[in-house]
């Protein structure tokens, strides 16, 4: 298998943890393996922390245990032969690697999480991109363009809603025209919802598993704050796709670690006062972000997330790879740059998921200050 380097994983791997000020993180703040524990009270805590310590170290079910199943059923409202639990990057691979063949035509939001659309070009894919552009004040796409590409020839439809990185999020209309027009044309939709939950202006959408043509990704790594489980699931109507996906595990990671699905069982029961925490760190620091880029409107063009905890904004003055570069080097500020999205428009990512964004906020506003000056 021919694949080009994940821009932003290699990114993250030199920078996220020898610089001291995360200015890009796409999570939210984590939690404790306790206080999950302790989700429904201390002494509930207590029992599952004695249960843990009795767990047997050996394999687990292919699809997933009984216990995360039954949580998930909840979750998602999709039955046990619709879901497949897995490391949410080996979801996305299972499912592109099972559904699509050489030649196939997929279209693919734009900008992405480089593995949306560069495992369909490894496997010798037509992709083409459907772009999403700044239109007063907020982020959206070209729907005439979206039809235009849905071509009889076209297999896959690839979104991401609540959208990483712009914050984007189509109307209640909006979405149902997306299904009405992939259902006429018979075009499969993978939907990436990873940020569901993190609605900020906008209310919560139907998730695609609801549609009889889709496939979406979920997980607990962004919302809930739990990314160091790994752990996130397939959800569909359409269980034939699920069970290719679920054959294909066999030559993965075959089945999942028993300690992070017993984590995971009471994290998704309590999935809700996870992602509310979240949801309020969130709301206070785009409010610290929306007054900050009031501040230097002059140097950078801000569009406020409508869900989700990133922002991409522009820089209006100088480069924005040699501002990251400086950044790290001057005020160990770490900044992504539009680059690793494929993206070539002088932006920047801006995560606001975390407790410690006003910290890296306030060094970003030193560092402009000098910026100004150069």
Not at 275 to 294: G, K, T
Request: glycine share 8%; proline share 6%; aromatic share 10%.
């Amino acid at each position: 298998m021919k694949i080009r380097d994940f821009q932003l994983e290699r990114y993250f791997a030199k920078y996220e943890f020898n610089t001291k000020y995360p200015l890009s993180p796409s999570d939210c703040e984590t939690w404790s393996i306790e206080e999950i524990l302790q989700l429904k009270g201390k002494e509930h805590g207590e029992k599952n922390f004695e249960r843990m310590k009795k767990l047997r170290l050996s394999y687990t079910e292919s699809r997933g245990n009984s216990g995360v199943l039954d949580a998930l059923e909840a979750v998602c409202g999709i039955g046990r032969p619709g879901l497949l639990v897995g490391c949410p990057e080996e979801l996305i691979f299972l499912f592109l690697n099972s559904f699509l063949e050489k030649k196939d035509r997929v279209v693919c939001i734009s900008p992405a999480y480089q593995a949306l659309y560069e495992l369909p070009c490894s496997i010798g894919c037509e992709t083409v991109f459907w772009r999403l552009f700044p239109v007063n004040g907020r982020w959206s796409p070209d729907f005439d363009e979206l039809e235009s590409l849905l071509r009889t020839s076209t297999k896959l439809l690839i979104v991401n809603f609540p959208h990483n990185p712009t914050g984007y999020m189509p109307t209640r209309e909006e979405l149902g025209w997306i299904e009405e027009l992939t259902a006429r044309r018979g075009v499969t939709v993978f939907s990436d919802e990873m940020y569901r939950g993190l609605e900020l202006s906008v209310p919560r959408l139907p998730t695609f598993s609801e549609f009889e043509n889709a496939v979406t990704l979920g997980g607990l790594s962004k919302g809930p704050g739990l990314p160091g489980l790994r752990l996130g699931w397939l959800a569909s109507p359409q269980h034939d796709l699920i069970e290719a996906a679920l054959t294909m595990k066999d030559y993965t990671t075959i089945c999942n670690s028993a300690p992070v699905e017993f984590l995971a069982e009471p994290a998704l029961r309590g999935m809700e006062v996870l992602l509310e925490r979240n949801r309020a760190i969130l709301s206070f620091n785009v409010e610290q972000a929306r007054m900050f880029f009031e501040r230097h409107a002059e140097l950078v063009e801000w569009i406020p997330p409508a869900a989700g905890p990133t922002a991409f904004p522009r820089l209006m003055k100088g480069d924005v790879g040699e501002m990251c570069s400086r950044a790290v080097e001057e005020k160990s500020l770490m900044i992504l740059p539009d680059k690793v999205f494929d993206v070539k428009d002088n932006r920047f990512r801006v995560g606001m998921g975390r407790k410690n964004f006003p910290a890296a906020l306030e060094v970003f506003g030193e560092f402009l200050e000098d910026w100004r000056r150069h």
